[in-house]
């Protein structure tokens, strides 16, 4: 009947009772009201929790667990990892703030990212947190301010690596990149490091986001494991922080599957084994964003209008892509897939049909969820798009068209 549209893989993070999705225990009918406005954002405690649990159940036990911030910055939602994973990646001053607020020790915090400006710098050498050096002119003002601050500044190498991360939805290595310091320049940097009297941590290395494959992620991390061994030999001191960097994806589109988890864990193992018998002072962080919240969170907006053109049913909702610009398919997708998407309370229609789900901003792009399945809606229901807890709201240009900002809850 609808073969052109195929339907996602039953997506079961969320209970579902009396027809309508639960989150944090609570009916979403109940938790809308509770909320007191449409749309929102409600990332799931619990399920946060829980995915971290499964990456310490799986992962080998002395690798290091780090929450990239940027993919979901809520402060309630750091301040509750914050007691879960063992360090915080931050990517801008404001994200710095928001993680010192944490109980992560400064230490565990590192600072990534191309033109951190000299007060960004200088306010991170003071909290004592790790810059990851994306440059060798960085690396000179990072000591500068650190001699003007009399403070020797925590300093790690984000390598560049001369290789890419297979099937990754975005590169971030390999190739020429504004993203760290070519590995072939890597030993040079490391010197001035060395004479610049800086406290050298380590290196980070990052390739890219959103795989789902993990043949190419542990063929990554070899690789990652060969170059931070090869490049240790030039360091002024051992290397004490290994970090390979993020980019377990999640599955958002039919026919996507979810990471085989032992399998990377399996070659983790591995290569940890290896690496601890020629650098035992070196540990291993994995820095994670969208595994961790990606599945908590979903994206709640309502229908405000139920319209016909010309056989076609739109849903006009009060959400659109200036708060979830990602299930827009604008944030990087180069041919346009839906997110999963229901009708939050009424899962199972006893009568479905083929719509399309818009928002309220006056351009074609506009697009929740195009020509799905999903049950019969009318004003006032609620659209539920799923996979939403992580570069969601943060990734939005939330000032298109200057509509109201959506809330965020913890629940
Ligand atoms: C964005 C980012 C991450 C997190 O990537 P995910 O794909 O969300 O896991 C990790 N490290 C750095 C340096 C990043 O910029």
Do not use: W
Not at 165 to 189: H, T, W, Y
Not at 254 to 264: K, Q
């Amino acid at each position: 009947m609808n073969d052109y549209f195929p339907q996602h893989a039953p997506l079961t993070q969320f209970p579902v009772q009396d027809n309508c999705l639960q989150v944090g225990g609570i009916s979403l009918t109940r938790l809308a009201q509770r909320v007191g406005m449409t749309p929102f954002y409600a990332y799931d405690r619990q399920k946060i929790s829980e995915r971290v649990a499964l990456l310490r159940r799986h992962l080998p036990a002395d690798v290091l667990l780090h929450y990239a911030m940027k993919a979901n910055p809520m402060p309630a939602v750091v301040q509750h990892l914050a007691s879960l994973v063992d360090g915080i990646d931050v990517a801008s001053i404001g994200e710095m703030k928001v993680a010192l607020d944490t109980i992560v020790s400064a230490k565990n915090i590192s600072f990534a990212g191309p033109g951190k400006k000299p007060h960004e710098l200088s306010c991170a050498i003071a909290a004592g947190i790790v810059l990851n050096a994306e440059s060798l002119q960085e690396v000179e003002l990072i000591a500068q301010l650190g001699e003007q601050l009399s403070i020797t500044p925590k300093v790690a190498i984000r390598i560049n690596p001369d290789f890419e991360l297979k099937s990754s939805g975005m590169k971030m290595g390999g190739g020429p990149k504004p993203f760290g310091i070519d590995a072939e320049n890597v030993p040079e940097v490391l010197m001035r490091i060395g004479k610049l009297g800086l406290h050298f941590v380590g290196f980070h290395i990052f390739c890219g986001s959103q795989n789902l494959n993990a043949t190419a992620i542990c063929e990554a991390h070899t690789k990652i494991f060969q170059l931070g061994a090869q490049l240790a030999g030039h360091a002024p001191s051992p290397i004490r922080l290994l970090n390979i960097g993020g980019g377990f994806g999640v599955p958002y589109f039919p026919g996507e599957r979810a990471l085989n988890l032992a399998a990377v864990s399996e070659n983790l193992q591995h290569l940890m084994s290896k690496m601890q018998q020629q650098f035992p002072e070196t540990r291993i962080a994995l820095e994670l964003g969208r595994y961790i919240v990606a599945e908590a969170g979903i994206y709640v907006c309502r229908v405000l209008e139920r319209k016909q053109s010309r056989g076609q049913v739109f849903l006009i909702t009060d959400g659109g892509l200036h708060h979830h610009l990602a299930a827009s398919g604008n944030l990087g997708q180069v041919v346009r897939k839906n997110y999963p998407v229901l009708i939050g309370n009424k899962v199972q229609g006893i009568e479905t049909e083929i719509v399309s789900v818009v928002g309220p901003l006056c351009t074609p792009l506009d697009v929740i969820a195009e020509r799905m399945q999903m049950t019969k809606a009318y004003a006032g229901d609620l659209v539920v798009v799923l996979q939403s807890g992580a570069y969601g709201l943060t990734a939005s240009p939330t000032a298109f068209l200057n509509h109201p900002l959506p809330m965020e809850v913890l629940v």
